[in-house]
């Protein structure tokens, strides 16, 4: 049987909340055993705490864990009370990774010098804290992959020593190679589903045909990146489409998908440097 690790989700927002136990009992069916529910804001750690345990409170439901950090896209809402918030939680909460964490530069107000330099040092302080609690980083990546790159090297950090993933990877070919090569898993999800994600699927070969398929993990990151097979059953994405992201990298690497889902599995668990059954 195939079984999955959704390695990226936000299963902890309240649209999920009414329909937690159908969510999850639809991934379950769908072959995956374990997600992950990522931070962004300090203010809803308490929520990921929350909805965390509900899930694994639940019968022939994928077993739940909490990786905290705060994102760069909400550097505007970051402060240094929330760093010392999430190194509490840290402490006091079990944690499997740091994330997601990185720098963000699509939207033009968070190319401001000031407003950059802040994503920088909240970056380069959670990078600091998962080398403080020996945790792998979950990287958050849009326009300034150079730059964090740059930040990785600074700040000596190999995913090859604590493990780590580039989340939802957009970069070029070398970029990908770049990652790889510190030790990263690059992140796929459903958008690689769509023939007009060019860059992507190039990308992700140029990998391939580097590295092989130990070179990836597959994620929802759901409520978002909607696999295109599934875009009309409506706007919310959720861990039971996962397998739709396994579908196509199969076929993109005309590898054998129980193989390729063996494969993806370990990679996960190297990542983020676990060592669980696959099921």
């Known amino acids: 049987m195939i079984t999955l690790i959704d390695t990226h989700t936000h299963f902890d927002l309240p649209e999920y909340d009414d329909q937690r136990a159908a969510f999850a009992s639809r991934a379950y069916e769908q072959g995956v055993r374990h997600l992950l529910i990522i931070g962004y804001l300090a203010r809803y750690f308490e929520r990921m705490v929350l909805a965390n345990t509900a899930t694994n409170q639940l019968a022939d439901s994928p077993r739940s864990h909490l990786a905290f950090g705060l994102h760069p896209l909400c550097i505007d809402e970051q402060s240094d009370t929330d760093l010392n918030i999430l190194e509490e939680y840290l402490k006091t909460h079990s944690s499997i990774a740091i994330g997601e964490i990185g720098l963000d530069t699509y939207p033009k107000a968070l190319k401001e010098s000031t407003i950059f330099q802040k994503q920088k040092r909240f970056f380069v302080e959670q990078i600091e804290l998962a080398k403080a609690y020996d945790l792998p980083i979950l990287l958050h990546i849009r326009k300034n992959h150079g730059d964090v790159l740059k930040i990785l090297a600074e700040q000596n ?123």
């Open 157 to 279: 950090y190999l995913a090859d020593d604590r493990g780590g993933i580039a989340h939802s990877f957009s970069g070029g070919e070398q970029e990908a190679l770049a990652f790889v090569k510190r030790g990263f898993k690059l992140g796929i999800t459903g958008q690689i589903t769509n023939p007009n994600a060019k860059k992507l699927r190039r990308s992700v070969k140029a990998v391939f045909d580097e590295y092989g398929i130990g070179a990836f993990v597959i994620e929802t990151d759901c409520p978002d990146m909607m696999p295109l097979p599934c875009q009309h059953l409506g706007q919310l994405n959720e861990p039971a489409h996962l397998h739709f992201v396994l579908d196509e990298l199969s076929k993109l690497f005309n590898y054998d998908k129980q193989v390729l889902a063996n494969q993806l599995w370990k990679n996960s668990c190297d990542a983020l440097c676990v060592d669980w059954k696959y099921d």
